[in-house]
């Protein structure tokens, strides 16, 4: 007998951490690959993936949520909904955020910061990874997709709180909407990746180099 075979679901995206903060990552989930938009989550499964790939929510939360999305697909949603909205704010504030002229950038993006968080409920705590490093977590009383952007919001006032827009960059790739933030010392980093957008840009120069020839 002809089995018809069971559709799976496309794998998303594999999501890059080069932002060197968790909200400079989370913005980047918006990304372009080969001169194509992607988004990293344009599911809610999607979207747990990348919490996890984060290590914002671990394996045994991941699966509570899968399952929550099955039984309360309204919420899943909305839940997917919100963390695309605050994504774009986000996305603003790390491009404009350190203009002197760009006040309501800013502005908007604390707005919406303290939204979130004036409604989140539940317990913070540290967690201890697996290789022993320590890290911040937010678990939501009740709603189970409650609270799941909060470590990314919180990660953005960190990032506000010490001051740290004027180090945060796009890449110098004009067709790259990658953004991050410049910790070295000399303050010169252009490129999200050197192996991506610096080598092809490197490759893009030599190739635009005049030709030398011999006068024999």
Same mark, same amino acid.
């Not at 949603?77 to 704010?89: G, K, M, P, T, Y």
């Not at 539940?122 to 890290?135: I, K, L, N, P, S």
């Not at 000399?186 to 999200?192: D, Q």
């Given at each position: 007998m002809y089995l018809r075979p069971v559709p799976t679901?496309?794998?998303a995206p594999a999501p890059v951490f080069i932002g060197g903060r968790l909200w400079?990552?989370?913005? *980047? $989930?918006d990304d372009a690959r080969l001169g194509q938009r992607v988004d990293v989550i344009a599911s809610l499964s999607a979207y747990v993936d990348w919490l996890v790939a984060? %290590? &914002?929510?671990?394996a045994e939360r991941a699966a509570v949520l899968r399952r929550r999305a099955v039984e309360q697909p309204s919420g899943a %949603?909305?839940?997917?909904?919100?963390?695309?909205?605050?994504? *774009? &704010?986000l996305r603003d504030l790390a491009l404009r955020g350190r203009d002197p002229r760009a006040?309501?950038?800013? =502005?908007? #993006? &604390?707005? =919406?910061i303290n939204r979130v968080l004036g409604r989140s409920v539940? $317990?913070?705590?540290? =967690?201890?990874? #697996?290789?022993? #490093?320590?890290?911040?977590?937010?678990?939501p009383v009740g709603d189970a997709f409650g609270g799941l952007v909060i470590p990314v919001v919180e990660s953005a006032v960190d990032s506000l709180v010490r001051g740290e827009l004027n180090r945060i960059h796009r890449c110098a790739d004009p067709r790259c909407p990658r953004v991050f933030a410049d910790d070295t010392k %000399?303050? $010169?980093?252009?490129?999200?990746e050197m192996k991506t957008c610096g080598n092809r840009a490197k490759a893009r120069k030599h190739r635009q180099r005049p030709s030398r020839t011999d006068d024999g």
């Open positions: 679901r496309s794998p400079l990552d989370f913005v *980047n $989930t984060a %290590s &914002v929510v671990d %949603s909305a839940a997917l909904v919100e963390a695309q909205r605050i994504r *774009n &704010v006040a309501l950038a800013r =502005e908007q #993006a &604390v707005e =919406e539940g $317990t913070r705590r540290v =967690e201890v990874a #697996a290789d022993g #490093a320590y890290a911040r977590s937010f678990v %000399s303050k $010169t980093r252009r490129w999200c």
